[in-house]
């Protein structure tokens, strides 16, 4: 397959903006000088785009997964960040303070996963919602207040299409040199960046590894339950990028 467009699909909380500031954004202009166009998302909308409208058997698709206990407590993580003005806006929304660590209670969670129950597994919405005017997460909202019902027909097919689906939990281990290969070699491009300085931990939220550690077994079902399909999906290696 000759590959003509390139989309990263990035699913919020999974690793996204690691990947997009030492992968996506240092490859893109090598792309784009081998007649392969980067696909954007409207202005406005950040970086969460959900399935592009203009993707086609041409495009090459990128995406991160991740454990969905692990997403939905990484979320409330940094919007208790966000409202404590611990996130630096001008700068990639890092954490002003790596230092600080939030005490969350775990009650709290949980009265979020009550809240946000138009989250429902979520990271699978991002295969059948697209951003046009409105934020991803403003999409999920919509979507749940006229109670559609997503085609998980379509999920599975779209998530199967991805070609190079990447669990969050690897970005940790991963051998970034053989990902660069990989790319290349699929989409037939000399890819050169420089990897030296590539810092796993420039995004880390201690937060919500502090809020995450709290949880217990069944905590982690309890919010399991809320993203089924999803977990369904993380479980699937069918689905993802073999590291072996």
Request: hydrophobic content about 40%; proline content about 2%; aromatic content about 12%.
């Amino acid at each position: 397959m000759i590959y003509d467009k390139f989309y990263f699909l990035h699913i919020p909380k999974t690793g996204g903006r690691f990947f997009t500031k030492y992968i996506i954004s240092p490859i893109e202009s090598q792309l784009k000088a081998n007649g392969i166009d980067i696909l954007e998302i409207p202005k406005g909308i950040q970086r969460h785009g959900g399935w592009h409208k203009d993707i086609d058997e041409t495009t090459y698709i990128v995406s991160l997964f991740r454990d969905p206990a692990k997403q939905f407590v990484s979320s409330i993580a940094h919007m208790v960040a966000a409202k404590e003005g611990l996130i630096d806006e001008d700068n990639n929304f890092i954490l002003k303070d790596k230092s600080k660590v939030l005490d969350i209670d775990k009650d709290f969670l949980f009265n979020m996963l009550e809240e946000l129950k138009y989250l429902k597994n979520f990271q699978s919405q991002n295969f059948v919602l697209t951003t046009d005017k409105f934020p991803i997460l403003t999409e999920s909202r919509r979507a749940y207040q006229q109670n559609k019902k997503f085609d998980i027909n379509l999920i599975y097919e779209r998530v199967k299409r991805v070609n190079l689906m990447i669990r969050n939990e690897d970005l940790i281990s991963l051998d970034y040199s053989v990902l660069i290969n990989k790319l290349s070699k699929d989409l037939k491009v000399k890819i050169e960046i420089d990897l030296l300085n590539l810092d796993k931990e420039h995004f880390k939220n201690n937060s919500s590894e502090n809020l995450f550690n709290k949880l217990n077994q069944k905590d982690i079902d309890i919010i399991y339950k809320n993203f089924m399909l999803d977990k369904e999906i993380y479980e699937d290696n069918s689905l993802f990028w073999n590291l072996s």
